[in-house]
């Protein structure tokens, strides 16, 4: 079986892959003060519940864009199952070229969806990643990654907001009822949640103004199906885009 885990600056996703189903999937927050033994403590309890056998377990990959949490989470597959894990990188066997200046800059998470997109969903396409940062990854027709866009997540521009102006007070993420704002809080909600709207599809118009043929469009991240429901720009919406390409990764660089 092989253990999977995605570490993003919010959320540690780890999952585990029996060779045809995802057999469990549990996120922990991120936290670089966090050891391996308190990864192993919550990991192996939430995998018991699910009566995952640890014994079974002879992969594992890694991914991530925190560097600070890599060398617990190694010692947590090395000490608690007994493998040593695949680290993510742009030197390692993708199947694709990475068609941009430094290949090495790209945060390996943009190009895991692009991997997982174009398996599952061909192309040429573009995923965006809804998470701390807002990212576009163009994908082209065979499958080679072509570049992108980053921008502010929505969650850190409504706390650089909050922070920012005094009386402006912290508030949650949601659709709102109507554009126009009757109150503060109704207004900034459909500053944020419209304002991002117009930011994907004016994105996404100007990408598709680049390219002769019609692209699909993926989403991913956890705010990916709250989004989709203001706008008619997805193609799809995956939550789990990552994983399937850590998943992929796994097979064409561990499992011949």
């Known amino acids: 079986m092989l253990l999977v885990i995605d570490a993003g600056n919010t959320n540690i ?3 585990v892959h029996d060779g045809n189903h995802w057999l469990g999937t549990w996120r922990l927050s991120t936290s670089p003060q966090r050891t391996s033994d308190e990864y192993a403590s919550t990991l192996l309890t939430l995998m018991e519940k699910q009566h995952i ?3 079974k377990i002879d992969k ?3 991914g ?3 560097p600070p949490v890599l060398y617990q989470l190694l010692l947590l597959c090395r000490q608690w199952f007994s493998v040593e894990p695949l680290i993510a990188s742009s030197c390692l066997d993708w199947g694709f070229e990475i068609l941009v200046t430094n290949p090495q800059e790209v945060g390996v998470d943009r190009l895991l969806n692009g991997l997982a997109a174009y398996t599952l969903y061909d192309g040429p396409l573009v995923v965006i990643d ?3 940062a807002t990212t576009f990854d163009v994908i082209d027709e065979q499958g080679n990654y072509c570049g992108g866009v980053i921008s502010p997540g929505l969650t850190l521009s409504l706390e650089a907001l909050h922070k920012a102006a005094a009386r402006l007070p912290k508030i949650g993420i949601g659709r709102p009822h109507s554009v126009i704002g009757k109150e503060t809080i109704g207004a900034m909600r459909s500053g944020i949640y419209w304002g991002y709207i117009g930011l994907i599809e004016g994105i996404i118009k100007r990408i598709q103004s680049e390219h002769a043929r019609k692209l699909t469009i ?3 991240g956890g705010l990916a199906p709250l989004l989709a429901e203001g706008t008619t720009v997805f193609t ?4 789990e885009l990552t994983l399937e390409g850590l998943k992929i990764l796994a097979h064409r660089n561990l499992i011949k």
Do not use: S
Not at 236 to 239: E, F
């Open 64 to 66: 991530t864009v925190v």
């Open 13 to 15: 996703v780890v999952a």
């Open 130 to 132: 809804l998470g701390t």
């Open 236 to 239: 799809k919406i995956n939550a």
């Open 53 to 55: 056998p640890i014994d």
């Open 218 to 220: 993926i989403g991913t």
């Open 60 to 62: 594992a990959i890694i």
